[in-house]
């Protein structure tokens, strides 16, 4: 399976356009197309799985930046931790602290997106806004020094209703300018990755500064 190098220049030049972060979503995709991408400059790879990403990292030039963007279980952030550049799916304080300690084991800082919840669909992962503020304003969050805050990841419905999706990266946007002023030293609202392969453009109008296209660069997930 070959990359689609035309999807890759439009959409290099829309988020150059609109000053917004690509993230490559390689999940399932070879190293070799992975590559291939890299040869035309990309450097934002995400991937889902815990097991994959470890296996593909050592066979990838270093300086890629490694974006976590599944659902993350709190003993597998030890694997990852040496090495991710963001982990976009916090959805608990637990998991935060987890990333906390693996990130002073490693004596380093990860920066992490709070996965919100939006979508209709129960099945999606994520924080409603009561949680994001139980987390954001609470008294253990400064306490841990090896995680910075760095901004809001969410899932559209998926769904075919442009103003259904509209609506939702709208919410996530609400609560993004809401702790964009947030006095805490760990917390640095700067990113919002909202927007896929499907709804990336709306998500962009509605405020994303930060995309994770997968099947429009590497074509449809067996
Ligand atoms: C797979 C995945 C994507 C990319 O989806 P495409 O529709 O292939 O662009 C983006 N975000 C998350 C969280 C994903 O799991």
């Given at each position: 399976?070959?990359?689609?190098q035309?999807?890759?220049q439009?959409?290099?030049?829309?988020?150059?356009?609109?000053n917004?972060?690509?993230?490559?979503?390689?999940?399932?995709?070879?190293?070799?197309?992975i590559?291939?991408?890299?040869?035309?400059?990309?450097?934002?790879?995400?991937?889902?799985?815990?097991?994959?990403?470890?296996?593909?990292?050592?066979?990838?030039?270093?300086?890629?930046?490694?974006?976590?963007?599944?659902?993350?279980?709190s003993?597998?952030?030890?694997?990852?931790?040496?090495?991710?550049?963001?982990?976009?799916?916090?959805?608990?304080?637990?998991?935060?602290?987890?990333?906390?300690?693996?990130?002073?084991?490693?004596n380093?800082?990860?920066e992490?997106?709070?996965?919100?919840?939006?979508?209709?669909?129960?099945?999606?992962?994520?924080?409603?806004?009561?949680?994001?503020d139980?987390?954001?304003?609470?008294?253990?969050?400064?306490?841990?020094?090896?995680?910075?805050?760095?901004?809001?990841?969410?899932?559209?419905?998926?769904?075919?209703?442009?103003?259904q999706?509209?609506?939702?990266?709208?919410?996530?946007?609400?609560?993004?300018?809401?702790?964009?002023?947030?006095?805490v030293?760990?917390?640095?609202?700067?990113?919002?990755?909202?927007?896929?392969?499907?709804d990336?453009?709306?998500a962009?109008?509605?405020?994303?500064?930060?995309?994770?296209?997968?099947?429009?660069?590497?074509?449809?997930r067996?």
């Amino acid at each position: 399976m070959a990359i689609n190098q035309a999807a890759y220049q439009e959409l290099t030049s829309f988020c150059n356009t609109h000053n917004t972060t690509l993230v490559a979503v390689s999940k399932t995709k070879p190293v070799e197309d992975i590559k291939a991408l890299y040869e035309m400059g990309q450097r934002d790879f995400g991937e889902n799985y815990v097991q994959e990403l470890i296996d593909k990292h050592p066979q990838l030039p270093s300086d890629i930046r490694w974006h976590f963007i599944g659902h993350l279980q709190s003993n597998k952030v030890k694997y990852i931790a040496p090495f991710v550049h963001l982990i976009h799916g916090v959805d608990s304080f637990k998991l935060l602290k987890e990333i906390d300690k693996q990130a002073a084991k490693n004596n380093r800082v990860i920066e992490v997106l709070l996965q919100m919840h939006i979508a209709q669909e129960e099945t999606k992962f994520g924080l409603d806004d009561r949680e994001v503020d139980e987390i954001l304003n609470g008294e253990e969050l400064s306490a841990l020094k090896n995680v910075r805050i760095v901004g809001i990841m969410s899932m559209a419905s998926f769904v075919d209703d442009e103003q259904q999706i509209r609506k939702e990266f709208l919410a996530a946007k609400k609560t993004f300018d809401h702790y964009a002023h947030h006095q805490v030293a760990n917390v640095f609202m700067q990113y919002l990755s909202l927007g896929m392969s499907a709804d990336y453009t709306i998500a962009v109008e509605c405020g994303s500064n930060m995309i994770r296209v997968g099947s429009k660069l590497f074509g449809a997930r067996s």
